[in-house]
């Protein structure tokens, strides 16, 4: 019975081409752009995946400090994070690493210009990078300030083509380092994390040599659990009121928090970096999500209704013959789930050639763009309910008229 309802109901699709054009539209168009956007946002704004070290950490990233001839905001020093961050107990590990900065280097005469970051050691364990080839240098060439570097597979097709890059020397404005390890680039995906160059902090004389509470870098505090925010929150708390006493004479106010990546989201829209921002802005990015699928959702209503109108006819030929009610529901709840199914087919595959056009096109300086399953199975499942919601009543009222009163076209 099935099949021969699906069969029914590709030919009544392929019948009404009009119709079937603009349904199939409105549920593609909006399911693409559903699924390209939330993709875009996973990769802005979600610098850790489920499950992850990173998605454990609690993150350093500004200061502000204000005197009495004063007033600053910054990012961190390495300074600052050595002696109020990294001296925590409560965190499982404490990264510190600078934000990018431009260096260039010279290969077969040609300029190439790369982005440098400079880490310690616990960056590679709380990042987990998978190592194309190499690995990441250890906390011994940290302490002893080794001229080694870890670098991408961008980079090093760009510097050593299609030669191994491990043991060889990259050369730039920053110094001469030797290539230990090489890391995909895809992987890399979030800005506290994308550089194309890693190289030892402790090699940074800027870095080493200031004693300033501002400069250019970020830390990013590993938890054991995320139960163990709080206590952290609270123990970082009692090491800003230490700096506000060690700074008494030269400042009146050190202002520093750590938030997690969704505390960093709120305060790139709000400004605010609290708990309430986050779930207003995350509130705030479902209710458009849900304003969007609303629109082919009462496309498909308004579709339907004037489609079994006109189908009147057809529905009191069928009852004439002796078509039970159910037999003609059950009809148009399938020809609604192949529409939206072929929509969402379409719209996936729309989505696949998006975003490899985007991840092909230099457009994203980082990382790799993918759709979020989850998010486009919601917004199908969406669809799916409003399109078989806004089929079964129409159809039930007109499945429930006399045949000729059908034949005559009666409102429903």
């Not at 989201?265 to 970096?273: D, E, V």
């Not at 339907?304 to 529905?315: D, H, L, P, W, Y």
Request: glycine fraction near 6%; include cysteine.
């Amino acid at each position: 019975m099935l099949k021969n309802y699906i069969k029914i109901a590709l030919k009544v699709l392929l019948r009404r081409k009009f119709f079937t054009f603009v349904s199939l539209f409105g549920i593609s168009f909006t399911l693409l752009v559903l699924v390209v956007v939330v993709g875009m946002i996973d990769h802005l704004f979600s610098p850790a995946g489920p499950g992850t070290k990173l998605d454990r950490c609690l993150f350093a990233e500004r200061i502000e400090v204000k005197g009495e001839k004063m007033e600053v905001s910054s990012y961190l020093s390495y300074y600052f994070l050595d002696r109020y961050v990294r001296t925590m107990k409560r965190p499982e590990a404490v990264s510190i690493h600078s934000r990018t900065s431009p260096t260039v280097s010279y290969v077969r005469n040609q300029k190439l210009e790369f982005e440098l970051k400079y880490t310690d050691a616990a960056f590679w364990d709380i990042m987990e990078f998978s190592f194309i080839d190499g690995r990441p240098y250890d906390s011994a060439a940290v302490e002893n300030a080794d001229y080694v570097a870890v670098i991408d597979d961008r980079t090093k097709k760009q510097a050593f083509g299609n030669e191994t890059a491990v043991g060889k020397y990259i050369e730039t404005t920053d110094g001469n380092f030797r290539v230990v390890g090489v890391i995909p680039h895809e992987e890399i995906s979030t800005e506290f994390t994308n550089a194309d160059i890693y190289i030892p902090i402790t090699t940074s004389r800027s870095h080493m040599n200031e004693t300033r509470l501002f400069s250019s870098c970020r830390a990013a505090v590993l938890a054991t659990s995320k139960s163990d925010f709080p206590l952290i929150e609270s123990e970082f708390a009692g090491q800003i009121a230490q700096a506000h006493q060690d700074y008494a004479g030269e400042y009146d106010t050190i202002i520093c928090n750590l938030g997690t990546q969704y505390n960093l989201l709120a305060k790139y829209f709000t400004g605010s970096q609290s708990d309430s921002s986050s779930i207003l802005v995350l509130a705030g990015i479902i209710a458009l999500m849900i304003l969007f699928m609303l629109l082919p959702a009462i496309n498909l209503v308004n579709i339907n209704v004037s489609r079994i109108i006109e189908r009147s006819s057809e529905i009191g030929i069928r009852k004439a013959f002796g078509a039970s009610s159910l037999t003609l529901i059950c009809q148009f709840v399938v020809e609604n789930v192949v529409l939206t199914l072929m929509g969402g087919a379409i719209a996936y595959v729309l989505a696949l050639v998006a975003f490899s056009v985007l991840n092909g096109s230099g457009m994203i300086p980082y990382g790799h763009l993918a759709p979020n399953i989850r998010v486009f199975i919601y917004s199908l499942a969406l669809c799916l309910f409003f399109g078989i919601f806004s089929g079964v009543l129409p159809a039930y009222k007109m499945s429930r008229l006399h045949p000729v009163e059908a034949l005559r076209g009666s409102e429903i």
